[in-house]
C-alpha cells in the first residue's frame, strides 16, 4: 500500500510540473514535453514500475532478475526521473523567463510564414537535388539486401525474426549512406515538402511529397520494424495540426486509436503469428505487455546486472568519437544486457538491443551519479530545445525540425542515455536542413551585395 501512495504522489505532483514546462498537457494540444510525458515516461515505464514493485507484472523479463531488492531500487529511480526531470524543466523555464502556456498557444495559432520572398525557386531547387540524392540512397538499400523482409512476409516466410536482424546489423551496403541519407534525412524531407505543398499548393512541390512520402513508408517497413511507422504517421498528425490544415478533437483521437490499434494488432498477427484472444488483452502480454513492460523491464535487468556482476562502463557506451579518445571499445550497454540474458538470441541472430529508459545507460557507465547526472542534463537540454524551437520563426524548415525533435526525443528517452550526449544522426540531420537555408540565404546576400557595388561603380 505504500508503493501505491508514492506512486500515486510523485504521479499528481509530475503532472503539475510537467504541465507547467510545456504550457499544457492536453491530449488534444500534443507537445514536445506531453507526448515524452505520456508515452516514454507514464505508459512506457511509470506504471509498468507499480505492477514490478507489488511483484504483479508476472513478466518474463523480469523473473530473469536474480536480486529481488532490485524491484524496490529501480521504481524509485523511475520515481525520481518523474519528478526531477518535469523539476528541472520548469527550473530552466523560470530562468529563461518562457512562460509556457502562452508563448506555446502563440506559437500553435500562428502562420507558418515561407522564407526568402520572391526567391524561393533558389531553394526548391536546393531542396530537390537533397531530396534526390535520399530517394536514390533508399533506392540503394533496397539493392543491397539479400532478402527485403517485407516482401518475404508476403511471400509468406517463416523465419522472419532472422531476416529482420540480418535486415539491420547484416547490411551490406554503406551503412551511413542508408541511416543518413534513407532512413534519417528522407521522413524529415517530406514533412518540409508538405508544409511547403500546403502553403504554395505548387505541382512541383506535390510531386516531390509523394515521391518522399512514398519513400518513407518504404523505408519505414521494409524491415518489418512497427513503431517507426507508426511515429511516422503522428509525426503528420503533429504537422498538420501546427501548420492548421486538422483541428484535433476527441472523434479524431479516438478514431485514429482505434486505427492505430487495428495495425497494431494486424501486425501482431502476421509478423509475430499471435493469434489468441489472451496474447492481445493480456496485461503482461502482446501489445499492451509491451507498451508497459517491455521498455521498463531492461531498466531493472540494467540494476541487477551491472556492478555486481559485471563491472560499470564508465564511458565504453558513448559513440566511437569519444571512446576512441579514451583507447575504449565502444558498446552499447543494452547490447551487453542481451547478451547476458537473451543468449539463445544472439545466437540465432533474432537478438538487437535490449532499449530501455535513459537512466539504465546512465548507470550501466557511472551507478547512480550517472543517474542523477542524466536527469539533470536531460531535463536542461529538452527544456532549451523546446524553448528554442517555440521561438523560432514558423517557417516549413524549423517546423519540420521541430516536429522531427518532438517525435524522436521521447523516443530517445527510452533508447538510451548517449544519443543524447552526442547524437550524429541528429546533428547531420540539423545541419543539412539548416545548411539549405544558409546556402541560399548567402547567395541572395552575395547577389545584393553584388549589386549595390555595380551601383556605386556606376
Known amino acids: 500500500m505504500l508503493f501505491v501512495l508514492i506512486w500515486i504522489a510523485v504521479l499528481a505532483a509530475s503532472i503539475m510540473l510537467f504541465k507547467y514546462a510545456a504550457g499544457t498537457l492536453s491530449i488534444l494540444k500534443p507537445n514536445m514535453l506531453s507526448i515524452s510525458f505520456y508515452y516514454s515516461l507514464l505508459v ?34 523511475i520515481c525520481a526521473v518523474m ?55 533508399v533506392a540503394y538499400t533496397m539493392i543491397k539486401l539479400d ?111 482505434f486505427l492505430g490499434s487495428s495495425l497494431l494488432i494486424l501486425m501482431y498477427i502476421f509478423i509475430q503469428g499471435a493469434n489468441s484472444l489472451d496474447a492481445f488483452l493480456g496485461y503482461n502480454k502482446g501489445p499492451i505487455g509491451r507498451l508497459i513492460f517491455a521498455q521498463i523491464s531492461p ?61 539504465a545507460e546512465a548507470f550501466a557507465n557511472y551507478s547512480y551519479l550517472g543517474v542523477f547526472l542524466s536527469i539533470l542534463y536531460i531535463g536542461v537540454l529538452i527544456q532549451v530545445l523546446y524553448i528554442c524551437f517555440l521561438r523560432l520563426p514558423k517557417n516549413p524548415v524549423f517546423l519540420s525540425l521541430f516536429i522531427y525533435f518532438t517525435i524522436n526525443i521521447p523516443r530517445t528517452l527510452v533508447g538510451g542515455f548517449v544519443d543524447f550526449i552526442v547524437n550524429p544522426i541528429w546533428l547531420i540531420v540539423t545541419a543539412a536542413l539548416l545548411g539549405s537555408l544558409f546556402v541560399v540565404r548567402l547567395r541572395l546576400e552575395a547577389t545584393a551585395f553584388m549589386k549595390r557595388k555595380g551601383e556605386i561603380g556606376r
Not at 106 to 128: C, I, K, M
Not at 308 to 313: E, H, K, R, S
Open 147 to 257: 532478402k527485403i523482409p517485407l516482401l518475404e512476409l508476403l511471400k509468406g516466410s517463416t523465419n522472419l525474426g532472422e531476416l529482420r536482424i540480418e535486415a539491420s546489423r547484416g547490411f551490406k551496403g554503406n551503412v551511413l549512406v542508408r541511416n543518413i541519407f534513407a532512413i534519417a534525412l528522407t521522413p524529415v524531407l517530406s514533412l518540409v515538402a508538405y508544409v511547403y505543398y500546403v502553403r504554395t499548393r505548387a505541382p512541383h512541390w506535390h510531386v516531390l511529397f509523394l515521391a518522399l512520402f512514398g519513400a518513407s513508408i518504404l523505408i519505414m517497413t521494409y524491415d518489418l520494424a512497427k513503431s517507426p511507422v507508426f511515429f511516422y504517421f503522428i509525426s503528420f498528425i503533429l504537422l498538420k495540426i501546427y501548420v492548421g490544415t486538422l483541428r484535433f478533437n476527441w472523434k479524431r483521437v479516438f478514431l485514429y486509436g
Open 299 to 359: 531498466t531493472y535487468m540494467h540494476l541487477d546486472y551491472f556492478g555486481d556482476v559485471v563491472p560499470y562502463l564508465y564511458g565504453q557506451s558513448f559513440p566511437g568519437i569519444i571512446s576512441d579518445l579514451y583507447n575504449m571499445d565502444q558498446v552499447r550497454s543494452g547490447r551487453i544486457a542481451m547478451m547476458h540474458f537473451f543468449p539463445a538470441r544472439i545466437e540465432d541472430g533474432t537478438g538487437g538491443v535490449l532499449n530501455t529508459l535513459f537512466v
Open 83 to 137: 519528478f526531477f526531470l518535469p523539476l528541472i524543466m520548469s527550473i530552466v523555464s523560470r530562468l529563461a523567463g518562457f512562460k509556457a502556456e502562452k508563448e506555446f498557444e502563440d506559437y500553435l495559432n500562428a502562420p507558418v510564414v515561407l522564407p526568402f520572398e520572391g526567391r524561393r525557386n533558389e531553394f526548391a531547387l536546393l531542396f530537390s537535388a537533397l531530396s534526390f540524392i535520399c530517394l536514390l540512397a
Open 44 to 77: 512506457s515505464s511509470f506504471i509498468g514500475s507499480i505492477f514490478i514493485v507489488t511483484d504483479t507484472d508476472h513478466y518474463y523479463m523480469i523473473h530473469k532478475i536474480k536480486d529481488e531488492e532490485v524491484r524496490i531500487i529501480g521504481f524509485f529511480i
